[in-house]
């Protein structure tokens, strides 16, 4: 599969809250950089993560892809990302972010290796 057909199967799972698809995309031992600053490292910890993350359906997020670059075994794409939530009241809030994610080429699969958000 190629770069960008796995970015797609990657965004897709997240699009579907599918937890399984979206854990097929992420390697091992990736980290991720939440908005607050938070760090969760490894695949036990991004599936909790995630999980919760996805069995909440309230929040819908759009990602506009602003740069890709791709060499040989390693790609990045960068994304402005528009995100909406409800906060522990019950409030609408939006969140405007940076995203960039670095995937791998890792026994023929592109594989997410770091994810970092950026709350603007």
């Given at each position: 599969m190629d770069f960008t057909t796995a970015l797609d199967h990657h965004l897709a799972a997240i699009d579907a809250r599918d937890l399984?698809?979206?854990m097929a995309t992420v390697h091992h031992e990736a980290t991720i950089v939440l908005p607050g600053g938070g760090t969760l490292t490894g695949s036990d910890a991004i599936r909790a993560f995630h999980r919760k993350w996805f069995?909440?359906?309230d929040w819908t997020m759009t990602a506009t892809r602003t740069r890709t670059v791709l060499h040989r075994d390693t790609a990045?794409?960068?994304?402005?990302?528009?995100?909406?939530?409800l906060?522990?009241?019950g409030r609408p809030y939006t969140m405007r972010q940076v995203l960039g994610l670095v995937f791998a080429?890792?026994?023929g699969d592109w594989l997410l290796v770091h994810d970092q958000n950026t709350v603007l």
């Open positions: 399984e698809a979206y069995d909440d359906p990045v794409a960068v994304f402005d990302v528009d995100y909406r939530d906060d522990g009241d080429l890792v026994d």
